[in-house]
């Protein structure tokens, strides 16, 4: 079974904290995703990557970076941590399929983020 | 820039009963995906089922089939014999075929199954 693990379940922290998310995925899928899931919302794309040290913004990546150094590891890191990106974060990941097209996204558990 | 529409914010049945979630969306694309993935209370979200553009039958997977249809943009989830564990948060989500993995979600339905 595929497996996307993220380091945290749920996180408090300040205004103007530097904030690392950490999500792992343990069936060496080349696509990973971060997206942040609020009610109302659905889920919005923050980021993702294709590939080890490559990123691309996705619809909301404002206050937001990320790191892929290995192919199983992708961080969300957020600079200065806003009362407004209080929210819960889910990470996912995908393969390449056969015809050069992603598969279908596995994710994880979720990091739920309090911003005080 | 495709759009995906969930009109049902929430919904309730009886256990063993049939229920219907509805999806439209809004694409200029003619190849894409469309999923339906299942979030229960406190847990993963997982795929339900997905359905390829290209295919004029309707994906089924047991008790959980789909109506899809690509004239009117349309992408029902119907379950069968609903039990206690479908009660859960469903979205709906759109991707394109090539070029862009990004998932466009709908805003979701939580489905609460009634014992």
């Known amino acids: 079974d595929v497996k996307v693990t993220q380091s945290s379940r749920y996180l408090v922290k300040r205004t103007g904290e530097k904030v690392f998310l950490e999500c792992v995925q343990d069936?060496?899928?080349?696509?990973m995703f971060w997206y942040r899931q609020d009610p109302g919302l659905g889920l919005r794309l923050i980021y993702f990557?294709?590939?080890?040290?490559?990123?691309e913004k996705g619809d909301i990546p404002e206050g937001y970076s990320v790191s892929r150094e290995k192919k199983e590891r992708f961080s969300l890191i957020l600079e200065s941590a806003s009362t407004n990106q209080t929210s819960m974060y889910l990470c996912?990941?995908?393969?390449?399929?056969?015809?050069?097209?992603?598969?279908?996204?596995?994710f994880g558990p979720g990091t739920r983020l309090l911003v005080l | 820039a495709q759009t995906v529409t969930q009109s049902q914010p929430e919904m309730s049945v009886q256990e063993a009963e049939t229920v219907t979630l509805s999806c439209t969306y809004d694409?200029?694309?003619?190849?894409?995906?469309l999923f339906w993935y299942k979030q229960p209370p406190s847990r993963q979200m997982i795929l339900v089922i997905r359905?390829?553009?290209?295919?004029?039958q309707n994906a089924t997977e047991n008790r959980f089939s789909v109506n899809f249809q690509k004239a009117a943009k349309s992408f029902s989830l119907k379950i069968s014999d609903s039990q206690l564990g479908d009660t859960a948060m469903y979205f709906c989500?759109?991707?394109?075929?090539?070029?862009?993995?990004?998932?466009?979600f709908g805003t979701g339905t939580r489905l609460t199954i009634i014992p």
């Open positions: 990557s294709y590939d080890v040290k490559m990123k």
């Open positions: 069936m060496d899928h080349e696509n």
């Open positions: 989500a759109f991707r394109p075929n090539f070029g862009n993995e990004k998932l466009t």
């Open positions: 359905q390829e553009a290209y295919k004029q």
């Open positions: 694409t200029s694309e003619n190849n894409y995906y």
């Open positions: 996912a990941s995908s393969f390449w399929g056969l015809q050069g097209v992603g598969e279908t996204q596995y």
